[in-house]
């Protein structure tokens, strides 16, 4: 049950002398439902609610977050949250003014055609039942799970210099596992690795006859991975899918244009960067297929919005072009405290805590070869699809990712299917390595509901879009 | 915060018919945070949020629902009418659970941990000082916080504590880092001092200048905070016994193949420490310690209700996900004092970064060194080391390659803020490795 709440009404009792107010309502629930083997696991339905007060007070930002959203509760939140940054003011790290809260007014509302209450709870438990049951395709599938979380999400944000803006989005979900194991010898096949199909859109996704297609192809690769040679090791060139170069962009590039890492705000927890404010314009990042994109526009992409929480316009920007580095991840903030033009992705995970620099959706743009063109211009390598593991240090070099499925390449084609698929890599080294960028045609959106950073901790949904793409001399290897 | 989860508690019970189950739990905070950068402050501000869970279960069905508590009664008490009408509707639509786990009255409990914090308005003031002149990054966390679990049968658990972390780093101006963890339930501005006087001493070692070792296998320390992150794998696709039957267990060779870890590692749960409640989401209360791991050997595997029901074993009663909530790993011989000779030429690592299965079946996990790690020549510690990534196995470093236990533990505490400030420690000594692979 949402309250419905007057939020231009609630800024009214705030009686504080601060330079700024600002008010931002969110509201998000969460609906999941899952079958694992056979049987129903998960039917719910959670949310949340609540405002963030903020105040600027002597150039200092303070806030409180309270799920108390009468009038007089407002009016006290702003009191205290003005106490905290009155005092904290004395030794602000950065003294701020109404700059960092531009005016803007606009809507946005994600797209779909139907809603959640389209599709009964029982009418989806059947699908997902069915979709389990094209899983199982064998008895050493000994586990197999069909998922779908629906997240709805309503924002308002209004403050003391007139923004007023009003996002709707309703979000989806999906996910499908099979596991086929034979005592200790056990491999996993998913539908996008890690839960990397989630994107704005409604029910409209759930076309029984694809999803159960599949199903049965995941189940089929599963038992396939099970009697699979392991990956070579050595250094070869790799062809990489878009639901693994999602990971890939995500880690080497998202997390190290953050402003705020750069700025140091996350040397405590996420970590530093590898990226300088003086690289902006001059360090070649990759090689000259490397277009990287800011594109809160792409539609149905998991984090395509209008305004950020602070309440800064959205639009698609560049970040790295014919691989030079040209813009940071930094919201208005960060803009301010470096000098660095930016992008709007100043976000929080919710109402309870404080908006930072994030990734929204950070894409790779298309280039102009077919998946086979890649493919044929490999002699010896490996083809690699969905995401398993990942790891990358606290200056994003170092990094190393698993995948679920892997194919041999051999004089230009696609041989026999290999398990345990990994490589490693530094990401400037590696980005210069890029050798093929594959056309629209390969192009793949996906996204994660799993980017975890910031303190408090904050986790946040981030899309990435790419093509397939052709690496060489990348260190490859497989399992124990 | 009691009185409201006992007054929504005793109106949504009411409002249930025949055949019907609901279980609550109620989880909350009110806390500050702060947070730090250059030793100014960057973000500071207060939350307070309290949230319901309801498992309803009727008809065999299980569906869960939740939201946030206003603190206004009457709101809260729609909220909750409106989620029990919505799950009634499902409990006829959804297919049958033959795994249901049913509530139980097995007794309630009811704790209150008194403490002395810091008031909110002292914070910035109490904690700058002592960092005066030294590059301080981190995060500040301080307030009560609220577990609460109730069923319609009338059993009721109730866990309140009050405490503070301030989790930080300090560096140097060449980018060398070291960690702090300064947490407690009862503030003691002396205590602070002296800690935060230690991790600048530890800072002095860092100003060598950074040496690069390369990739190779190598005898290796891990102190405790390393230790208890290896520790953390084991609560993702581990030791839970979900993870075994469903194929995505690292323990999977522990099991099948009746491999064992060394002699010299055992692992229990062991809530004596009071770190956490002992009750789950479910309102079950487990063992004050189970054994898990004991001289090598696989004792118990994490089991659930549900897992109990689905696979035919007994529950002792782990949360859903079937995580560790309070290890605790046993001691050995090796006196602290005696660390760096006993490495004689190897890798002294106090933190490690970023873990993840590189090979869940293989047991094998990657990551990288973080802060304060030396390399160590002669029985001396020579230098800090550049970043480098790990791969190897928990069956090589708490098996075969295991040479030695620190003979006192840390305690670890859970500092994470995702969602909610979180309760819970990790609580182990460091260990002495013979060989370690260093990949990239």
């Given at each position: 049950m949402k309250l419905d709440i007057d939020i231009k009404q609630l800024l009214n009792a705030v009686d504080v002398p601060a330079q700024w107010v600002g008010l931002r309502e969110v509201y998000e629930a969460h609906t999941p439902r899952m079958i694992r083997d056979g049987v129903p696991v998960a039917n719910g339905r959670v949310s949340t609610h609540g405002i963030m007060v903020e105040v600027l007070v002597n150039g200092q930002f303070g806030y409180y977050g309270t799920p108390d959203m009468s009038p007089e509760s407002i009016a006290k939140a702003a009191k205290k949250a003005y106490r905290q940054a009155e005092i904290a003011s004395h030794n602000a790290h950065y003294q701020f003014d109404l700059s960092a809260r531009p005016s803007h007014q606009g809507s946005y509302q994600s797209p779909f055609t139907k809603n959640r209450n389209d599709l009964s709870a029982g009418k989806l438990n059947e699908i997902l039942l069915e979709a389990y049951n094209h899983l199982k395709v064998s008895d050493k599938i000994v586990s197999a799970s069909s998922l779908c979380q629906v997240i709805e999400t309503t924002f308002r944000f209004v403050s003391s210099n007139g923004s007023d803006i009003h996002q709707d989005f309703l979000m989806l979900e999906f996910d499908l596992s099979a596991t086929a194991a034979e005592g200790p010898n056990q491999q996993t096949r998913t539908?996008?690795?890690?839960?990397?199909?989630?994107?704005?859109?409604?029910?409209?996704?759930?076309?029984k006859y694809e999803i159960l297609a599949n199903a049965n192809r995941i189940g089929e690769q599963a038992l396939e991975l099970l009697s699979a040679d392991d990956c070579p090791t050595g250094e070869m060139d790799v062809v990489i899918a878009p639901d693994q170069m999602m990971m890939q962009i995500h880690e080497s590039i998202g997390h190290a244009l953050e402003v705020d890492r750069i700025l140091g705000d996350e040397r405590n927890y996420a970590g530093w960067s590898?990226?300088?404010?003086?690289?902006?314009?001059?360090?070649?990042?990759?090689?000259?297929l490397m277009n990287i994109t800011f594109d809160p526009t792409l539609e149905s992409e998991f984090a395509s919005y209008a305004f950020d929480d602070g309440g800064l316009k959205a639009t698609k920007e560049y970040l790295i072009k014919e691989g030079l580095l040209v813009?940071?991840?930094?919201g208005q903030e960060s803009q301010i405290r470096s000098g660095l033009n930016g992008v709007a992705n100043f976000r929080a995970s919710g109402w309870n805590r404080a908006p930072i620099d994030r990734m929204a959706n950070i894409n790779l743009e298309p280039g102009n070869s077919s998946f086979d063109e890649l493919i044929s211009q490999v002699e010896y390598g490996v083809y690699m699809e969905s995401n398993k593991s990942w790891s990358i240090d606290d200056y994003r070099n170092k990094f190393q990712f698993g995948c679920e499925y892997g194919k041999l390449i051999e004089n230009g084609k696609m041989t026999k299917t290999v398990k345990n698929p990994n490589y490693r890599g530094i990401s400037n080294p590696f980005w210069r390595s890029l050798k093929g960028v594959g056309n629209a045609d390969t192009f793949g959106i996906y996204g994660t509901p799993n980017c975890g950073k910031g303190e408090p901790n904050q986790v946040i949904r981030v899309g990435h879009a790419s093509p397939a793409c052709l690496f060489e001399n990348i260190q490859v290897f497989g399992g124990v | 915060m009691e009185q409201i989860f006992n007054q929504l508690s005793e109106s949504l019970f009411s409002e249930l018919q025949n055949g019907e189950n609901l279980i609550l739990s109620f989880s909350g905070e009110t806390s500050q945070f702060i947070r730090f950068n250059n030793a100014a402050v960057r973000q500071t501000g207060l939350v307070d949020d309290t949230n319901l869970g309801l498992k309803f279960i009727a008809n065999n069905r299980t569906i869960r629902g939740g939201f946030t508590v206003s603190g206004n009664f009457d709101i809260d008490v729609a909220r909750g009418k409106s989620e029990i009408a919505r799950m009634r509707l499902e409990a006829q639509e959804i297919p049958e659970d033959p795994f249901v786990v049913f509530p139980e009255n097995t007794g309630s409990s009811h704790e209150i941990k008194p403490a002395k914090s810091l008031p909110f308005e002292h914070a910035v003031d109490a904690i700058l000082p002592a960092m005066s002149g030294v590059d301080f990054v981190g995060v500040w966390a301080n307030g009560r916080m609220f577990r609460g679990n109730a069923n319609s049968l009338g059993q009721k658990h109730w866990f309140e504590t009050e405490s503070f972390s301030l989790d930080y780093s300090l560096v140097t101006p060449e980018h060398q880092m070291v960690k702090g963890s300064f947490t407690g339930n009862n503030w003691n501005q002396e205590d602070y001092e002296s800690y935060v006087k230690r991790s600048r001493e530890k800072l002095i070692l860092m100003e060598r200048k950074p040496i690069k070792i390369n990739t190779g296998n190598y005898r290796t320390w891990f102190e405790s905070a390393a230790v208890a992150d290896f520790l953390g794998m084991f609560s993702w696709n581990g030791i839970s016994e979900a993870s075994l039957r469903q194929g995505c267990s690292g323990f999977g060779r522990m099991r099948h193949d009746d491999i064992r870890l060394s002699p010299k590692f055992s692992i229990v749960e062991d809530f004596?420490?009071?770190?956490?409640?002992?009750?789950n989401s479910n309102g079950e209360v487990s063992a004050e310690k189970l054994s898990l791991i004991e001289n090598g050997e696989l004792k118990n595997t994490l089991v659930s209700s549900r897992s109990a029901k689905e696979y035919g074993v007994e529950s002792n009663y782990a949360e859903s996900g079937e995580y560790m909530r309070s290890p605790k790993m046993s001691t050995g011989s090796l006196n602290h004092e005696n660390v760096v000779s006993e490495i004689g030429e190897g890798l002294y690592l106090s933190n490690i970064h970023y873990l993840n299965w590189s090979d869940n079946a293989g047991g094998r996990i990657t990551g990288l060194t973080r802060y304060a790690c030396f390399w160590v020549e002669n029985g001396e510690i020579i230098a800090p080391i550049e970043t480098m990534r790990f791969d190897d196995s928990f069956y090589n470093?708490?098996?075969?390659?295991?040479i030695e236990v620190e003979d006192k533990f840390s305690v670890n505490p859970e500092?994470?803020?995702?969602?909610g400030r979180s309760l819970g420690a990790t609580t182990c000594p460091g260990i002495l490795v013979d060989s370690f692979a260093l990949t990239l």
């Open positions: 539908f996008g690795g890690m839960r990397g199909t989630c994107r704005q859109m409604g029910m409209e996704y759930f076309d590898f990226v300088k404010l003086e690289d902006f314009g001059k360090l070649q990042y990759g090689s000259k813009r940071g991840l930094g | 004596s420490s009071g770190f956490c409640p002992k009750f470093f708490f098996g075969g390659k295991l500092v994470e803020t995702y969602g």
